[in-house]
């Protein structure tokens, strides 16, 4: 059986706004510690083609960092992204899952699903729900809001 989840979120922006936040290197590296009190470490490249790769890694110190490296497999600016992401954490444990979003322009802003799928056990996919994808939208929101604070 494949254990994956489905979240939703909408964002105060066009949907060309919340992909490029999502999608762009520089405005990575600033949502990704925008709500952090101290800063930490963030270094991202991305290789937004098909078949590129984009490369993140981040944490509070070099003791304790995660690593991603998400690989895209289909890219329709604005309105779809397919990776597949290969991630591991400080106690070296790696995962690896298939990442679909899309973005619905919703009135004002935009709507962001996310379809992530291939989690080892439903408890890492909780953890996804309602740690790590509330944290990156929380984020991106910041850096939205920042970037056009009229929205």
Do not use: C
């Not at 939703?8 to 066009?14: G, S, V, Y």
């Not at 981040?58 to 991603?68: A, C, Q, V, Y």
Request: proline fraction near 6%.
């Amino acid at each position: 059986m494949t254990l994956d989840m489905r979240i939703t979120r909408e964002l105060p922006a066009t949907p060309e706004e919340v992909f490029d936040a999502y999608t762009d290197a520089e405005k990575q590296k600033i949502w990704f510690s925008i709500l952090d009190e101290e800063p930490g470490i963030v270094e991202i490249e991305v290789d937004l083609r098909v078949g590129g790769k984009q490369t993140a890694v981040w944490g509070p110190n070099r003791d304790t960092l995660f690593h991603e490296t998400q690989t895209f497999l289909e890219i329709d600016r604005p309105r779809r992204l397919v990776t597949e992401s290969t991630g591991s954490g400080p106690d070296g444990l790696e995962m690896t899952t298939r990442v679909e979003i899309t973005f619905e322009e919703n009135g004002d802003g935009t709507l962001v699903t996310v379809v992530q799928s291939g989690f080892p056990v439903p408890e890492v996919r909780d953890f996804f729900v309602n740690e790590v994808w509330q944290g990156a939208f929380a984020r991106i929101e910041a850096f939205l809001r920042r970037e056009n604070p009229n929205a």
